[in-house]
C-alpha cells in the first residue's frame, strides 16, 4: 500500500497477476535508475558524468527518441491520486511533440521485450489520473518508450478505450478483494 494508504497502479497489476517483473531486483533498480536519470535531465540537474555505465544505452535511447519523435516534456514523475476511484501513480514522462498542442503520455520501458499489454494498462489508469487533476488538459495519445540497453527504442501507440475499461475492472476487483482481506 502506498504511503497515502492508497494502492499504487502497479500494485493493483501485480496483486492481480498482471506483471512478472516485479521480482527482478536488478531490472527494477535499472528501471528506476533510468526514470530518474531521465526525470533530472528534464529538471536540468543530472550531472551526466556520473551516471553508472548501465544507465548509458537506455538514455541515449532516450535522447535518440526525443530527437526523431520532436517530443517535449511537460512533467515527469508527478505523483497523482484518482478522486473517485482511490487509487496513486506516477506517470513517468507527459508532453507534447514539437509544434503540437495535443499532450501525449509515455511510460518508459527498459527491455528489449516490454509487457505492452500490460503497460496498455498502466496507461490508461495514468491518463485517468493525469485527465482527473487536470480535466482541461486531455491525454490524446499513450506510448510506451522501449528504452534498449544497447541504445536501440521503439515507441509504440498502445493506448485504447478497451484498455481503460480493463483498467476500472481490475480496480473495482481490487477493492472487492481488498474488502475481504485478499490483497
Known sequence: MAMSGLPRVTQVLS???FTYYTHNEQAMALGRSVHKAIHYAERGTLD??????ALAGPLAAYQKLKVEK???VVATEVELVHPQ???IGHPDWIGRRAGSDDL???DWKVSDAPDVKTAKLQLAAYKMLWESNHPDQPISACYVGR??????H???LVGDPEATQQWMACVIVWRALEERGKV
Open 48 to 53: 551526466w558524468q556520473t551516471l553508472h555505465p
Open 85 to 87: 476511484w482511490r487509487y
Open 104 to 106: 501525449i503520455l509515455v
Open 70 to 72: 520532436g517530443l517535449v
Open 147 to 152: 528504452l534498449g540497453k544497447d541504445g536501440t
Open 15 to 17: 496483486d492481480l497477476g
Open 154 to 156: 521503439s515507441f509504440p
